[in-house]
């Protein structure tokens, strides 16, 4: 599920991928279309959500200090990180969603 709204200074993208029933990775870019007439991606959002609670993720947002940064969790403090392509931040919500996975599945040691 994808949105699209723009105008002549460009566009919001905003969508939701599932990874199943219970985890989404939700995505919000601001894009433009530079001189060389290549599509930019100015500001982005990338988040992992499972179970509705925030696992992690990334930001781009030249307002911001640092400008490109991870969230660990909802409430964690930020880390300054290189930007990061959808793809890449997919790949790894994708193996931090099988990390929890794992944990949850794993035999209680009580």
């Given at each position: 599920m994808l949105g699209l709204a723009s105008d002549r200074?460009?566009?919001?993208?905003d969508g939701a991928i599932p990874l199943d029933n219970s985890?989404?990775?939700?995505v919000n870019e601001f894009v433009?279309?530079?001189?060389?007439?290549r599509?930019?991606?100015r500001r982005y959002s990338y988040y992992l959500v499972v179970d509705?609670?925030?696992?992690?993720?990334?930001?781009?947002?030249?307002?911001?200090?640092?400008?490109?940064?991870?969230?660990a969790g909802p409430h964690s403090?930020?880390?300054a990180c290189e930007e990061v392509s959808l793809r890449e931040a997919y790949e790894?919500?994708?193996?931090?969603?099988n990390e929890?996975?794992?944990?949850?599945?794993?035999p209680s040691t009580r």
């Open positions: 200074a460009g566009a919001i993208v985890a989404i990775v939700y433009d279309i530079g001189e060389d007439e599509i930019r991606i509705d609670n925030e696992i992690c993720g990334y930001d781009l947002n030249p307002l911001e200090d640092p400008p490109s940064h991870y969230h403090d930020v880390s790894h919500f994708w193996d931090r969603y929890l996975r794992a944990q949850q599945d794993a």
